[in-house]
């Protein structure tokens, strides 16, 4: 498992405690990646079971082939369609075929709906980026199925969130 931008890495964490044979690789910039090796250093049978990237998956390689899944939570939103796509594209060549790509967040259901939840959420990626955004679902599997994915399924989950699963 890939986890872009994984902060303090919490699905991973569940994830990895769940499911003693998972390796995860957590990607993101170098002070989030410190502050997370001190945490996971405390979880007993994680830590020989985790690699650490540093970087900034807006320009770095992810590699060719290399993992089953990979996850992005609450990462797209912070984005522009193009800096997402490129994320995107990156995300494919790093998965392995029939490897899954899971993204989580806030997805725009096509009769415009949203949660308040979402709704304030949205708002905040207007004051706090450069052209992030809360994305419709059309809008997010047009992107993948460009680039090569298939199968996309929609999850929502509570609290307005919702999950993307797509197929390389």
């Not at 303090?8 to 998972?22: G, K, S, T, V, W």
């Not at 096509?110 to 304030?120: E, M, N, R, Y």
């Not at 706090?128 to 090569?148: A, D, P």
């Amino acid at each position: 498992l890939l986890d872009l931008g994984s902060g303090l890495a919490p699905i991973p964490r569940l994830l990895l405690a769940r499911y003693p044979h998972l390796h995860a690789t957590l990607f993101d910039l170098p002070h989030i990646i410190k502050m997370i090796k001190g945490e996971l250093l405390m979880a007993p049978n994680i830590q020989d079971r985790v690699l650490y990237k540093e970087g900034d998956c807006r320009y770095e390689d992810y590699g060719n082939r290399i993992y089953d899944a990979i996850l992005m939570s609450n990462l797209i939103h912070m984005y522009d369609p193009e800096t997402n796509n490129t994320i995107f594209a990156r995300a494919y060549k790093a998965l392995r075929p029939k490897g899954g790509l899971i993204l989580h967040d806030y997805v725009l259901t096509d009769d415009c709906t949203i949660s308040w939840q979402g709704a304030l959420f949205s708002l905040n990626m207007l004051v706090g980026t450069w052209g992030g955004k809360n994305y419709f679902r059309e809008e997010i599997q047009t992107s993948l199925e460009i680039i090569g994915f298939s199968d996309l399924q929609l999850k929502p989950l509570k609290g307005g969130t919702s999950l993307i699963i797509a197929i390389k």
